[in-house]
């Protein structure tokens, strides 16, 4: 808890008009508050991380209800992961400019209107339309998170916050596999949108009530003045103003050493996101025969073993391994592994219970894509941190959007006419063939972290 000690030199007085006597007082009051904006901001993020893996339970009912492909189903999935791709700098300049709490209520709202047509859709374009109001929504919640944290929150609890709310927000990816597969099963695939449309107006109507910008907007004096630094300035989004914007582009898009790192996301969660958000479920359904809410399991397993990841890989690199090249190439190697075992063993059906080790693995081997976020404060200067997090983060997204289409391409390319209950059934050896997507992807990630240039302990400016 914040103390009196915490507050700065003798001497130093508060501001606000508040006497020295009245400083305990509102340290007390940004301590509660804090948490509270801190629950329902990240309750807001979760919403976005169930849409994003909402898509693999309902697969086959959404093929068969609409009549599609499984290449229009794919570029479902896709849209989502183009949005987010495309939304990293402007979310960034909304939470600067517009301030989180209208940003996050707005995204909350549109989110709900896009779940609520996707549950009234009966047509391809109607649900790729409330898709793209999901995806819009969904965008823009996770760096005004990072913006409250950084005006409510002592620099020294920065990072363990940020694991906390990756960790916690990531627990959407659980509802969307195995309980959502569950609601599906007993109220239907429209009805269980529906009953999420309800979820994320609720938290609209709390981000609205509960959160606000920064302690200024309450009355309190800012929490770098509760450390005694008042003169600090934290600004992450916004460029100095004798820094254009194509000037900041020209420095982060020419530095050579920012590729691999993206190269890392584009190749170890391009794969992970392609099968296990989108396409684990008719995967395992269709070349197993399980049942839809048992073939979920297996997407919760692969959002645990990300959870487990972040926090682990971040550690191991900050406190033992004292390395951030290492942890990486760790994680993307365990991720090609995994990747090349499932499309290997068994010509792509290895054993069931071998199914749940290796899942969980392909969520362990995404630990390491965080660490590149400290690459990039360790490579480049302050004014463009921004805009080259942006662009490396960008980076999962982007190979999302593209695979998840292609793999549904060559689901179709291999598809033999079957049917069943009004959707497609694919044979095992095109199954085959997209997992062998998923690798070539795996790979490259691997390939990325091989090229990364340490940078802890490096003064690279």
Known sequence: MLTLSSIGPAGYGPSHGMSRADWPGCIQKSYRRRWRIWIVGVLSHTIGMFHRAAMAPIAD?????????????GSLGAVYFYIYAAMQIPSGT?????????????????????????????????????????????????????????????????ATMTGLTVSIASLGQIAAATPLALLVIWVGWRMSFTTVAGISFALALATWLVVRDSPAKVGLPSVHELEGRPNSRVAPFRSPPDLSLARRFKLV???????????????TYGAFATLVHHWMVVYLMQTYGVARDFAANFVLVGAVGMIVAAPVAGFLSDRVLQQRRLPIILSTGLSLASFLLLVLWNGGRPPLVALYPLCFIMGLGCGGIPITIACVRDMVQPSIQGVASGLVNSGG???AAMAQPLFGYILDLGWTGEMAEGARVYPLEAFQQCLSLCCLLAALG??????????LHRDSH
Do not use: C, Q
């Not at 898009?253 to 190749?267: A, C, I």
């Open 61 to 73: 009912r959404v093929m068969a209800d609409l009549n599609i492909s499984a290449v229009a189903f």
């Open 94 to 158: 909304l939470a600067d400019t517009v301030g989180p709490r209208k940003t996050i209520t707005s995204g909350l709202l549109l989110s709900t209107l896009g779940a609520l047509t996707m549950s009234a859709a009966h047509s391809f374009t109607v649900m790729y339309l409330g898709r793209l109001m999901v995806s819009f929504g969904a965008s823009v919640a996770a760096l005004s998170i990072m913006k409250l944290l950084m005006g409510w929150f002592r620099a020294r609890e920065l």
């Open 253 to 267: 898009f020419g530095n050579r050493h920012l590729w691999p790192l993206f190269l890392v996301g584009f190749g």
């Open 397 to 399: 997204f982007v190979a």
């Open 446 to 455: 691997f390939l990325g972290a091989l090229l990364i240039r340490e940078t």
